[in-house]
């Protein structure tokens, strides 16, 4: 049985306790660098890093502004756009050298011990691809938030892959997924609206679950029904959201955080974790109704795999 197979979700009674850290610690914590997603800057991730700071961890954000994703244009003369065949050098090169800034800042902050990334959306590929091309050696943990890993499925009507081959390439050369002492991939996926066929019956689920991951039991992610926050759809909205789904997985049908699918963002031999009611981005998001990855109530749910 692959660990994927292992890690999937069953569902359990929901319980008072909870798995995940209640309150900000003194302890001196591993630095942590956000990779921002595609579209995303770096003041979009301000709140959530006074959040992680408030529990102890020293964060960094790679420095991007929303005009610096035009420079991804230059792909467009690459005859391996148009082929779809398009790999991350030297398009993105910009946003590397942004990330190693980041990371060289961190390393400060770490007096020679380990780091952890935490890459949003996009965010979460780029640093895989980092990681490939520059060293992991001093990385004890990637976190991903809502990031679409694997690549658009081939050959299926109406599908066309947005990434023109970037994903193909990171599933092609980008180390595979582990959770092991020395490095830890925690991929965690929101459920905050499922998508729906354009045509034919709109039969889709609006229960909502949340996943908790620990570490003391890998091999169990605890799924606890939460009735505090029901995501409320419209057969429009749910078809709309579909379409982007399908361009990403293959299917409309299926749950996802409004623009990534659920099953997107999880990745054999990683920890995978779903959790409920949670929105794609930080722009238009809110804290109380429709909170993202990052807000305070979310971050409660997977803090304490940088605190370990």
């Known amino acids: 049985m692959s660990m994927a197979s292992a890690l999937s979700p069953f569902r359990f009674k929901p319980h008072s306790s909870s798995a995940s850290a209640s309150s900000p610690s003194t302890t001196k914590r591993r630095p942590v660098v956000i990779l921002p997603g595609l579209g995303n800057n770096t003041g979009d991730y ?4 006074v959040t992680l700071r408030e529990y102890g961890v020293p964060t960094v954000v790679a420095e991007v502004s929303r005009l610096d ?4 244009a230059a792909g467009l003369v690459d005859p391996n756009y148009w082929r779809g065949t398009l790999g991350p050098r030297p398009v993105l090169d910009w946003y590397f050298k942004r990330v190693d800034q980041a990371i060289r800042e961190a390393k400060q902050l770490s007096q020679g011990g380990s780091l952890s990334l935490i890459g949003h959306s996009a965010g979460g590929w780029l640093a895989r691809v980092y990681m490939e091309q520059f060293g992991f050696s001093h990385i004890a943990l990637l976190l991903t938030l809502g990031t679409p890993h694997l690549p658009a499925p081939k050959g299926l009507p109406g599908v066309i892959d947005q990434t023109r081959g970037l994903l193909d390439y990171v599933e092609k050369y980008c180390s595979k997924a582990v959770y092991t002492p ?3 991939y925690v991929c965690i996926a929101g459920r905050y609206i499922q998508g729906a066929r354009i045509f034919g019956d709109s039969n889709f689920d609006i229960d909502p679950v949340v996943a908790i991951g620990t570490d003391q039991a890998i091999s169990e992610v605890t799924i606890v029904n939460n009735k ?4 409320s759809v419209s057969t429009f909205r749910a078809r709309l ?5 399908k361009q990403v997985c293959g299917k409309a049908d299926v749950w996802g955080d409004g623009v990534v699918p659920e099953v ?3 990745l054999e031999g990683a920890l995978n974790i779903s959790l409920d009611g949670v929105y794609h981005s930080p722009v238009g998001s809110d804290d109380a109704l429709r909170p993202w990855y990052g807000s305070p109530a979310i971050v409660e749910k997977w803090i304490h795999h940088l605190l370990n």
Request: no cysteine.
């Open 182 to 184: 020395q490095l830890k």
């Open 69 to 72: 994703w035009f420079r991804n």
């Open 228 to 231: 505090t926050n029901p995501t």
């Open 46 to 49: 301000q709140k959530l890093e």
């Open 264 to 266: 997107s963002a999880h």
């Open 241 to 245: 959201v579909g379409q982007g789904y």
